[in-house]
């Protein structure tokens, strides 16, 4: 599953690889990689893959969940469909609570103690998500994961995650799509080589590119 998700975006440059001219991204961090996983919604298949994916996951590692909440907004299609697959209910978790109206950050229906899993297409720091985590928690959820698409596995994503004691899956992830974009011609080993460089330690991999 891994390897065909990987393959997934890669075909559809959903995820782009650019080892000799970085991406600069909304952080101003230089990254060989770009991620853009909202692509996959517009392809059946792979859209379905996807769902089926995360259902079977959360199926076997939280067989107790009771809600599906999907992060806003590249969680929440795949949220949806994961949701009527396991036929549970469905939330979503805004970044921010809304600035009118009732002023509520969590749409839908969340019961008291609700076991909830959180859906997010990319991990990279997993800043947003464990945010979004936390607005489920102080509504009462109990939030027993986050699955998601692709993960970059940056230690200091990693860390997070451990600092909070909450477990993080994904479908696919770095070294797997490093993997399979060597085999299937993507990239070259020495290119693999940069690439592996990065995830170390991407501050220091980006400074040489400073002006």
């Known amino acids: ?15 782009t690889l650019s080892p000799q001219q970085p991406f600069t991204w909304a952080s101003g961090l230089k990254s060989p990689i770009y991620t853009d996983n ?11 893959r996807i769902a089926q994916g995360l259902a079977t996951m959360i199926q076997q590692l939280y067989p107790q969940v009771d809600v599906i909440a999907g992060t806003a907004t590249a969680g929440i299609p795949h949220a949806a469909i994961v949701a009527s697959l396991l036929d549970l209910p469905l939330i979503y ?19 008291a103690n609700s076991k909830a899993v959180v859906i997010d297409d990319l991990i990279s720091t997993g800043g947003s998500v464990l945010q979004a985590v936390q ?28 600092g909070v004691d909450l477990p993080c899956t994904t479908l696919t992830n770095y070294t797997s799509l490093i993997e399979t974009a060597v085999d299937q011609g993507y990239i070259s080993a020495q290119d ?9 330690d991407p501050q220091a991999w980006g400074a040489q590119f400073a002006n």
């Open 1 to 15: 599953m891994a390897h065909q998700i990987a393959a997934d975006l890669l075909r559809i440059k959903a995820v």
């Open 38 to 48: 909202r692509l996959t919604i517009s392809y059946p298949a792979i859209r379905q």
């Open 93 to 111: 978790i805004r970044s921010q609570p809304k600035d009118h109206g009732q002023g509520r950050q969590i749409e839908g229906h969340l019961a």
């Open 135 to 162: 607005a489920a928690q102080r509504e009462g959820a109990q939030v027993l994961g986050v699955v998601g698409i692709f993960s970059y596995q940056l230690p200091v994503g990693q860390a997070n995650f451990v």
């Open 192 to 200: 693999r080589e940069i690439l592996q460089q990065w995830r170390q």
